[in-house]
């Protein structure tokens, strides 16, 4: 069964970086496209940035600058690097990917997170002094 695992969450004061994973089981990454997402208390959910199979990226607008995905085929693994956390970034973060079954392999439509079959439980971010 596929299944995606965030970690790398936690509490970070404003300013500082984190390294978040997702960790896929059950089937290779290497041809889906994968997403993260996240989703503060109160709001609604809201795209991050996006990786296709061959490693191109896409960022929200809120993302460009200090969010950075990359993915590592061989660990099955999916990355997204933030740096100079702000309070704002306070929030539950998924990751999401393309059903294994007919993937894709691009980030088409990817804001919405709708074309996205698989999610994670989800790592919390919590930025604050």
């Known amino acids: 069964q596929f299944q995606l695992v965030e970690s790398g969450g936690g509490l970070v004061q404003p300013g500082g970086s984190l390294t978040l994973s997702c960790t896929a089981s059950?089937?290779?990454?290497?041809?889906?496209?994968v997403s993260w997402f996240r989703q503060a208390p109160g709001k609604d959910r809201e795209g991050v940035s996006c990786?296709?199979?061959?490693?191109?990226?896409e960022y929200a607008l809120s993302a460009k600058g200090r969010f950075t995905i990359s993915r590592d085929n061989a660990k099955r693994t999916v990355y997204l690097q933030i740096s100079s956390l702000k309070p704002e970034d306070t929030a539950t973060y998924y990751c999401?990917?393309?059903?294994?079954?007919?993937?894709?392999?691009?980030?088409?439509?990817?804001?919405?997170?709708?074309?996205?079959?698989?999610w994670g439980q989800g790592t919390q971010v919590t930025v604050s002094s």
């Open positions: 990786i296709e199979s061959d490693g191109f990226a």
């Open positions: 059950g089937w290779k990454l290497d041809h889906i496209a």
């Open positions: 999401a990917a393309e059903s294994p079954t007919f993937p894709l392999g691009t980030c088409t439509n990817w804001f919405t997170g709708g074309r996205f079959g698989r």
